[in-house]
């Protein structure tokens, strides 16, 4: 969305640049939109403590990827994510971001071109859905019709109906919602960076599982440079494409993919956070779009059942899958429930167990178990239907990717000083591009 | 009155915002609304007659003063009652400090801010009638001019219209201030 970016010049300047010096594996899914943010010796201390809270931490966070920050709590991963928009000042060092230096340009004008999301969405109350959108676009000074019509368009991005959300206040909506909303807000003025801070730590599981599903759809059209705190390792493995581990005083103890932390751990610290079961975790390593998907017969609202049923009894599969007008799944029905309508309604089954393609295979199986059933629907983009998952896949999937860890060169992260003026696209690591039959966000 | 009570309400919030963020004068500005509130409204009168004279302008600075109170100490509940999550995301969308106070805090903060000018009105009325001692307007006239002549004819019926009058005027500008507190709150933060 290139229109949307136009103010964004400052920190987009160089984004074309440094998109092509990363030769980004992903640049084959669509431009580049992230933005490059290096971190160089950055320290952080509170006056009347020993112990800097961030300890001279040089880290490179390549355009365009997600990086997840994982730690106990009160390591200084949420310090360090807010010096990059800087929330909150750093004491030393410098913040780099698409090659400029922004530790001294102005934090508010800063902050508009970063999106920012927290715990619950970070809503305010007495505001519309729409004004909530709106905010940043306003501040930036756009006009009052591009600023209705970007709402909707993100409206639409986190799969809410904008007819029905736009004019609702916050205190009416779910958590779930409420933290697509607060996504959608961060994303309004289309900036490159998009800082998280726990953002899916206030939703129950499952709700959980489908933003994070959601959020790597949105990832995957947008290509957004993502820098995302939590304490949750699973979800560290599923969102990231690198994942920086620290331990207290923001020292960074591993920076790698998920894949390579997992088969590598740096040390018995690593080991401890990733927790027993390391072996079952490659479950969240692998992507339900990477397994095979079963086509079913589909059927619109209005079609007549008979049609239907005579369709899936050529077809021999167990369900016909009911689509509305964007296509998103609403029923599934089996011959013997076809054989007692005439027509299909448009009703809609709120028990059926939907994952998204990004969704891990844990997921999969997850929702399976929850349903009780031996498949699950699986949606794309925007929740459009793309196919069937069943459990026999799953187990095939487990077993082919038990075998497989990637070699990759991690971008840079370190703490001691030692490593002295990292130019940015010098230091721009390639992704993994050797065919990770486990990695979900290529090809 | 009216003019009273809306001056009241600009010098507190103003009052408020600039102390709330600062611990030491927050607790400055609720201790003096608090014993502001103990003066007996008489014995301020008394005491304004010195600086302003007799007239409107003594009356109408113990009116706002005693107005005042109430509204500053909701202000300050209101205002630090604001969610430091909810500050930190404008701060993190890039709203500045004015910014931030126009569009989220004070917003927020309005239906307790509302509450206290409602406090504010009932008090007030009372007050106003005392502020005839030093000639200022009001009904407050009938109720002296009928103490002072307590056992003459019709003095008792004038203390009652004066009364009356008092009471009638307040539940109607507790009418108006819940009519414009309906206008004022957003739907989104509605009890």
């Given at each position: 969305m290139p229109e949307h970016a136009a103010h964004n010049a400052e920190l987009d300047a160089e984004s074309a640049q440094s998109a092509e010096s990363a030769g980004n594996s992903q640049s084959a899914g669509g431009t580049e939109h992230g933005a490059a943010i290096l971190l160089q010796e950055v320290t952080k201390r509170y006056p009347g403590q020993a112990k800097p809270a961030v300890g001279g931490l040089t880290l490179e966070i390549p355009s365009g990827s997600v990086v997840m920050f994982v730690g106990p709590s009160g390591c200084g991963k949420t310090t360090t994510l807010k010096m990059i928009n800087r929330l909150i000042e750093p004491t030393?060092?410098?913040?780099?971001?698409?090659?400029?230096?922004?530790?001294?340009?102005?934090?508010?004008?800063?902050?508009?071109?970063?999106?920012?999301?927290?715990?619950?969405?970070?809503?305010?109350?007495?505001?519309?859905?729409?004004?909530?959108?709106?905010?940043?676009?306003?501040?930036?000074?756009?006009?009052?019709?591009?600023?209705?019509?970007?709402?909707?368009?993100?409206?639409?991005?986190?799969?809410?109906?904008?007819?029905?959300?736009?004019?609702?206040?916050?205190?009416?909506?779910?958590?779930?919602?409420?933290?697509?909303?607060?996504?959608?807000?961060?994303?309004?003025?289309?900036?490159?960076?998009?800082?998280?801070?726990?953002?899916?730590?206030?939703?129950?599981?499952?709700?959980?599982?489908?933003?994070?599903?959601?959020?790597?759809?949105i990832q995957d059209e947008l290509?957004?440079?993502?820098?995302?705190?939590?304490?949750?390792?699973?979800?560290?493995?599923?969102?990231?494409?690198?994942?920086?581990?620290?331990?207290?005083?923001?020292?960074?103890?591993?920076?790698?993919?998920?894949?390579?932390?997992?088969?590598?751990?740096?040390?018995?610290?690593?080991?401890?956070?990733?927790?027993?079961?390391?072996?079952?975790?490659?479950?969240?390593?692998?992507?339900?779009?990477?397994?095979?998907?079963?086509?079913?017969?589909?059927?619109?609202?209005?079609?007549?059942?008979?049609?239907?049923?005579?369709?899936?009894?050529?077809?021999?599969?167990?369900?016909?899958?009911?689509?509305?007008?964007?296509?998103?799944?609403?029923?599934?029905?089996?011959?013997?429930?076809?054989?007692?309508?005439?027509?299909?309604?448009?009703?809609?089954?709120?028990?059926?167990?939907?994952?998204?393609?990004?969704?891990?295979?844990?997921?999969?199986?997850?929702?399976?178990?929850?349903?009780?059933?031996?498949?699950?629907?699986?949606?794309?983009?925007?929740?459009?239907?793309?196919?069937?998952?069943?459990?026999?896949?799953?187990?095939?999937?487990?077993?082919?990717?038990?075998?497989?860890?990637?070699?990759?060169?991690?971008?840079?992260?370190?703490?001691?000083?030692?490593?002295?003026?990292?130019?940015?696209?010098?230091?721009?690591e390639q992704e993994p591009d050797d065919a990770l039959p486990m990695d979900g966000r290529e090809a | 009155m009216v003019q009273c009570l809306i001056l009241a309400t600009v010098i507190a919030i103003l009052i408020a915002v600039l102390t709330v963020r600062i611990p030491w004068l927050a607790g400055l500005a609720n201790g003096v609304s608090a014993v502001g509130l103990t003066i007996p409204s008489f014995a301020m009168i008394g005491l304004m007659i010195g600086p302003f004279g007799f007239g409107p302008l003594p009356a109408v600075v113990v009116v706002t003063f005693f107005a005042a109170l109430p509204i500053l100490r909701n202000a300050l509940v209101g205002l630090s009652g604001v969610p430091a999550e909810t500050v930190e995301a404008a701060k993190g969308i890039g709203m500045g400090r004015l910014r931030r106070l126009l569009t989220v805090e004070l917003p927020m903060a309005w239906p307790v801010i509302m509450?206290?000018?409602?406090?504010?009105?009932?008090?007030?009325?009372?007050?106003?009638?005392?502020?005839?001692?030093?000639?200022?307007?009001?009904?407050?006239?009938?109720?002296?001019?009928?103490?002072?002549?307590?056992?003459?004819?019709?003095a008792l019926n004038q203390v009652v219209v004066g009364v009356v009058g008092v009471v009638i005027l307040a539940l109607i500008l507790d009418l108006l201030l819940i009519g414009v507190s309906r206008l004022t709150i957003r739907r989104g933060i509605r009890a």
């Open positions: 030393e060092g410098e913040i780099i971001i698409n090659g400029k230096d922004v530790t001294d340009m102005d934090g508010d004008k800063l902050r508009r071109q970063i999106g920012y999301v927290i715990q619950a969405g970070g809503l305010f109350p007495h505001m519309t859905v729409a004004a909530n959108i709106a905010l940043v676009p306003k501040m930036l000074g756009w006009d009052k019709k591009r600023i209705a019509a970007r709402v909707d368009e993100l409206l639409e991005l986190v799969s809410l109906d904008p007819a029905v959300y736009r004019d609702r206040y916050p205190k009416e909506l779910s958590g779930g919602q409420q933290q697509r909303v607060g996504v959608a807000r961060a994303l309004a003025a289309d900036p490159p960076v998009l800082l998280m801070d726990e953002p899916f730590g206030a939703v129950d599981p499952i709700t959980r599982q489908r933003l994070q599903d959601e959020l790597l759809a290509h957004k440079t993502i820098v995302c705190v939590t304490h949750d390792f699973e979800e560290a493995m599923k969102l990231g494409d690198w994942i920086a581990i620290f331990d207290e005083g923001a020292q960074l103890v591993q920076y790698d993919s998920p894949e390579r932390i997992l088969a590598q751990p740096a040390n018995e610290f690593v080991e401890s956070f990733i927790g027993s079961g390391a072996g079952l975790k490659q479950l969240s390593l692998t992507r339900v779009k990477e397994a095979e998907l079963s086509q079913p017969v589909t059927a619109s609202p209005g079609d007549a059942a008979s049609d239907v049923l005579s369709r899936l009894q050529g077809d021999g599969g167990r369900y016909a899958v009911v689509l509305d007008s964007r296509r998103r799944p609403i029923q599934w029905l089996t011959a013997r429930q076809l054989s007692r309508m005439q027509f299909i309604s448009d009703q809609v089954d709120q028990e059926l167990p939907i994952v998204g393609d990004q969704a891990t295979l844990n997921d999969a199986l997850d929702e399976m178990l929850v349903a009780t059933t031996g498949n699950a629907l699986v949606t794309g983009p925007r929740g459009a239907f793309i196919g069937i998952i069943d459990v026999e896949t799953v187990t095939q999937a487990i077993t082919d990717a038990r075998s497989a860890s990637g070699e990759s060169e991690a971008p840079v992260g370190l703490n001691s000083g030692a490593m002295s003026a990292v130019a940015v696209a010098a230091t721009q | 509450s206290g000018i409602r406090v504010s009105g009932q008090m007030v009325m009372g007050i106003a009638a005392v502020a005839a001692y030093v000639l200022g307007p009001g009904l407050g006239t009938f109720i002296f001019n009928g103490l002072s002549r307590l056992g003459g004819a019709n």
